[in-house]
Antibody, heavy 121, light 107 residues
C-alpha cells in the first residue's frame, strides 16, 4: 500500500532554512506528482507547490517562489521541501501528498504524517 | 487566486443528525472541487473528489454536490467518528486553494 513518511520535527531560528523529506513507498515514485501543503497552528491548509516525480519539474505558489525549493531523489523515492529565510509565520505542520487523478479531476489521496517546523529564537 | 469560502465555520450536531456544509468559490471552478476531513493531529483525508465522486473506502453517508461556484458536503447520519474539521479545495487553477474549514463538534 502507498505510504508517505516524512522526516521529524524541526526547530529553527529566524532566518535559517529547513529541509523536510518525504519518502514514498508502495508505488512507482516516477508515476506521480508530490504536492506540499502547510498548516499553521489552529489554522487552515495552504498549498505551497508541486514537483513531478519523474521529470523534477516544479511549480510554486507565488508567495513562496523565492524561498521554497522542491527537489526529489528518484533513487530513494524521496521528495524534499526546503524553505529558506524562516520567520515566525513559517511555524506550521508541513505535509507532502501524492497527486492522483481520474480523467482531469485531480486530488490529494495519500498524505504524509506531517512535519512540525517551529521557528523560535 | 480563487477564494474558497465555507459556511458555517463551525456547527454543533448530534449523532444521527444530517449535516450540510457549503463551499463557495469566488469564480466558476466547474466540478474541480474536493472535500477533506481532518481530525486533530492527523493529516487530511480525502472524502470527495470532482465535487460528487466518493473516494474509495469512504462511507456512503458522505455525499457531495454542486458545480460552478456553489458546492455542498452532506453527511446523512452523523456518526461519532465524523466529529472533525472539513475543508473544501479547488483544483481548477493554480494556486490550489482551500476553504477555511468547518469544525463539526458535539452538541
Amino acid at each position: 500500500q502507498v505510504h508517505l513518511v516524512q522526516s521529524g520535527a524541526e526547530v529553527k531560528k529566524p532566518g535559517a532554512s529547513v529541509k523536510v523529506s518525504c519518502k514514498a513507498s508502495g508505488y512507482n515514485f516516477n508515476d506521480n506528482y508530490i504536492h506540499w501543503v502547510r498548516q499553521a497552528p489552529g489554522q487552515g491548509l495552504e498549498w505551497m507547490g508541486w514537483i513531478n516525480g519523474k521529470s523534477g519539474a516544479t511549480q510554486y505558489r507565488e508567495k513562496f517562489q523565492v524561498r521554497v525549493t522542491l527537489t526529489r531523489d528518484t533513487s530513494v523515492s524521496t521528495a524534499y521541501m526546503e524553505l529558506s529565510g524562516l520567520t515566525y509565520d513559517d511555524t506550521a505542520v508541513y505535509y507532502c501528498a501524492r497527486l492522483d487523478s481520474n480523467w482531469d479531476l485531480e486530488y490529494l489521496q495519500f498524505w504524509g504524517q506531517g512535519t512540525l517546523v517551529t521557528v523560535s529564537s | 487566486d480563487i477564494q474558497m469560502t465555507q459556511s458555517p465555520s463551525s456547527l454543533s450536531a448530534s449523532v444521527g443528525d444530517r449535516v450540510t456544509i457549503t463551499c463557495r468559490a469566488s469564480q466558476s471552478i466547474s466540478s474541480y472541487l474536493n472535500w477533506y476531513q481532518q481530525k486533530p493531529g492527523n493529516a487530511p483525508r480525502l472524502l470527495i473528489y470532482g465535487a460528487s465522486s466518493l473516494q474509495s473506502g469512504v462511507p456512503s453517508r458522505f455525499s457531495g454536490s454542486g458545480s460552478g461556484t456553489d458546492f455542498t458536503l452532506s453527511i446523512s447520519s452523523l456518526q461519532p467518528e465524523d466529529f472533525a474539521t472539513y475543508f473544501c479545495q479547488q483544483s481548477s487553477s493554480s494556486p490550489w486553494t482551500f476553504g477555511q474549514g468547518t469544525k463539526v463538534d458535539v452538541k
